[in-house]
């Protein structure tokens, strides 16, 4: 059974501290890794796709990267407005493009 | 370029009565989902849509239904509603294709049972 786990539930940093957040995975054929972040009443928005082992994608203070069991969600000098819940999702190779969420890791980040 | 758009934004319920949710794509996507998520919990697949037909379901029972109209958007629709069923719902979008197929989600609909 498809299955995501992140760590750790929540994480408080200050702002400027770095750190990293984890997800593992277990997936019959991996289509995809997401990540999505969402905001408090808000649905989820899209950050990055990850198609295969060793990939990395960067946008602004955050980087992703994909092995064979798991991805990670590198925030580099966060800012207060970096706060948000982070999820990570697996697609699998299944016959449709469901998502499989992981529970998210709530992001708190003080000035 | 229009987002995901969902209606109504909150609604409260009592138990055994029926609920509809409505949901407008994306501009340019043929496929719409739909998914549970509890509070604290990541979103859980419900079913989807693809060409007005249900294209692959989750583990909800029956009494979750759902419609795909010609122009894409979508309707859910609860019956018998239980306690549990209170949640965040949320409906994506995507251009259906062999790749990995990103999802665009709308805000949701809270929907409280009491």
């Known amino acids: 059974e498809d299955q995501v786990t992140q760590s750790p539930e929540a994480l408080r940093l200050q702002e400027g501290e770095s750190s990293s957040l984890n997800c593992s995975y277990t997936v019959s054929g991996l289509r995809g890794l997401f990540w999505y972040r969402q905001d408090p009443g808000k649905g989820p928005e899209f950050l990055f796709t990850?198609?295969?082992a060793g990939e990395e994608k960067e946008k602004e203070r955050l980087k992703a990267t994909l092995t064979k069991k798991e991805s990670f969600l590198h925030i580099t000098a966060p800012k207060p407005e970096d706060s948000a819940t982070y999820l990570c999702?697996?697609?699998?190779?299944?016959?449709?493009?469901?998502?499989?969420f992981g529970a998210g890791t709530r992001l708190a980040v003080h000035p | 370029e229009t987002g995901v758009t969902q209606s109504p934004t909150h609604l409260i319920k009592t138990r055994g009565q029926q609920v509809t949710l409505r949901c407008s794509s994306q501009s340019g996507h043929n496929t719409v989902s739909w998914y549970q998520q509890a509070l604290g919990q990541g979103p859980q697949f419900i079913f989807q849509y693809y060409r007005e037909e249900e294209n692959g379901r989750g583990n909800f029972p029956p009494r979750f239904s759902g419609l795909q109209f010609p122009n894409y958007s979508s309707e859910l629709n609860v019956n018998a509603l239980e306690l549990d069923d209170s949640a965040l719902y949320l409906c994506?979008?995507?251009?259906?294709?062999?790749?990995?197929?990103?999802?665009?989600f709308g805000a949701g609909s809270r929907l409280t049972v009491l």
């Open positions: 994506a979008s995507s251009q259906r294709s062999s790749g990995a197929n990103v999802l665009t």
């Open positions: 990850l198609y295969s």
């Open positions: 999702a697996v697609q699998g190779t299944g016959g449709y493009n469901k998502l499989i």
